[in-house]
């Protein structure tokens, strides 16, 4: 039994050092992101909420950076709002 657990902790990833992405066009949206977040000074929700009308792109991006994957972030969105797409949920709100 113990050889087993063994054979698991071996299989488990490190998580004291974590690679970076190797996907360069990720990297440079998350730049873009955290440039336009640093621009705004003192982010509010309000501040936020003309940041992402802008860039609907950053969405996905500042979720994970909460700690939610795309679908928990789909899920969520359909729970509260009834609509798991967030620019859907940006073009019902522009025609209210």
Same mark, same amino acid.
């Given at each position: @039994? &113990?050889?087993? /657990?063994? $054979?698991?902790?071996?299989?488990?990833?490190?998580? $004291?050092?974590? +690679?970076?992405?190797? $996907?360069? #066009? @990720?990297? &440079?949206?998350?730049? +873009? =992101? !955290?440039? *336009?977040?640093? #621009?705004? *000074?003192?982010?509010?929700? $309000?501040?936020?909420? =003309? /940041?992402?009308?802008?860039?609907? +792109?950053? =969405?996905?991006?500042?979720?994970?950076?909460? %700690?939610? %994957?795309?679908?928990?972030?789909?899920?969520?969105?359909?729970?509260?709002? *009834?609509?798991? *797409?967030? !620019?859907?949920?940006? #073009?019902?709100?522009? @025609?209210?």
């Amino acid at each position: @039994m &113990q050889n087993n /657990f063994q $054979d698991f902790l071996t299989s488990l990833s490190n998580l $004291d050092t974590i +690679e970076p992405r190797q $996907d360069l #066009e @990720m990297q &440079q949206k998350i730049a +873009e =992101v !955290v440039a *336009g977040l640093r #621009e705004l *000074g003192t982010i509010t929700r $309000d501040s936020l909420a =003309v /940041f992402l009308k802008v860039h609907p +792109e950053a =969405v996905p991006i500042i979720a994970a950076c909460a %700690g939610l %994957g795309q679908e928990q972030l789909k899920n969520q969105l359909r729970h509260h709002l *009834g609509t798991s *797409g967030w !620019v859907n949920l940006q #073009e019902i709100k522009l @025609m209210n």
